[in-house]
């Protein structure tokens, strides 16, 4: 295990590379100057160009990414150019706002989505199957903005129950988090019916219901165990996607995580934190899929690496 995992790691250097790469280039055909956007309009040229020699941007491409890399070599991931704080202070300050943003909503996510589906595969074909696949539609569906500012709409405005911006209670946890879960809530419960009114079909479970077991232990130790390979996948993968993908959820409820400081870097052409963010992400994405293949053996163990 330690040798697949160390090996698995080998090979997201490259992965990561490119995703460096990629992003540093693209950024480079983006419309606009750093330097004026942070000036401003009027301000005169001799003041743009002089930040931009300060700032290396009077370089040339080749010249820029080098040095970006030998910087990055040394954990140097460069300044902001708007805030003039270091690009991992501002990654340190948002990031763990999107991690625990990330991880209530894979977790409701999980625990719904595994209930919704083992009740449409157990009643398939009733009226409560029906409701779980109408639900399931409608949660893939559904934009996420509109669907946040409904929530925002109903339960901070109208009823006023629930704050809509910020972070300070776990009371401001409620409406983002259910909002991002929602698309993942629906996808794993509609993922887990397939595989599970699959499983119910094998031999095993015709055995253990012949033993005398109850429906209860049937669907949960034998249907969904050995079903639960490609349910590993998908939460792994929405997670990933939830941490790199949180930036609509984020920008609604004003939440100060990573997506909303990537979506502000960007706007204002902030290359040095669009570059820190996505590495970020980038690196993200590879080790959640790496701990959804080292789960594979726990939940089946006859996986050996």
């Given at each position: ?40 309009l009027?301000a ?48 340190n ?13 894979i ?57 809509s ?29 397939s ?36 349910i590993?996948?998908?939460v792994?993968?929405r997670f ?18 990573m ?6 870097a ?40």
């Open positions: 295990m330690t040798a697949y995992i160390f090996r698995r790691l080998l090979t997201a250097v490259p992965v990561v590379f490119l995703v460096i790469t990629l992003v540093f280039f693209l950024f480079q055909l983006i419309p606009g100057d750093a330097a004026r956007m942070y000036l401003g009027d005169p040229q001799e003041a743009v160009d002089r930040l931009r020699a300060e700032l290396a941007l009077d370089r040339s491409v080749l010249i820029q990414y080098f040095a970006y890399l030998v910087k990055l070599a040394h954990g140097d991931l460069g300044k902001s150019i708007f805030t003039h704080q270091p690009v991992i202070a501002e990654i300050t948002h990031i763990w706002n999107t991690v625990q943003l990330s991880l209530g909503a977790l409701f996510a999980t625990v719904f989505g595994l209930s919704m589906g083992l009740i449409a595969a157990a009643k398939r074909g009733t009226f409560w199957d029906y409701c779980v696949q109408i639900s399931v539609v409608l949660g893939i569906s559904i934009p996420s903005f509109w669907l946040g500012l409904l929530l925002i709409y109903f339960f901070s405005v109208k009823l006023n129950l629930l704050p911006v910020g972070n300070a209670t776990w009371q401001h946890y409620v409406l983002p988090t259910f909002c991002l879960s929602v698309f993942s809530l629906a996808f794993i419960a509609r993922i887990t019916r595989c599970v009114v699959e499983s119910i079909r094998q031999d095993y479970v015709r055995t253990a219901r012949a033993k005398g077991l109850s429906e209860s232990m049937v669907l949960v130790q034998h249907a969904l165990r050995n079903a639960l390979l490609p590993v996948t998908v792994g993968l990933g996607y939830m941490l790199g993908g949180a930036m609509i959820t984020e920008s609604v409820f004003a939440w100060p995580g997506g909303r400081l990537l979506i502000t960007v706007r204002q052409r902030d290359i040095p934190v669009v570059q820190g963010a996505l590495l970020v992400f980038a690196i993200s994405f590879v080790l959640v899929n790496l701990m959804a293949d080292v789960a594979y053996s726990f939940v089946d163990p006859e996986i050996r690496y």
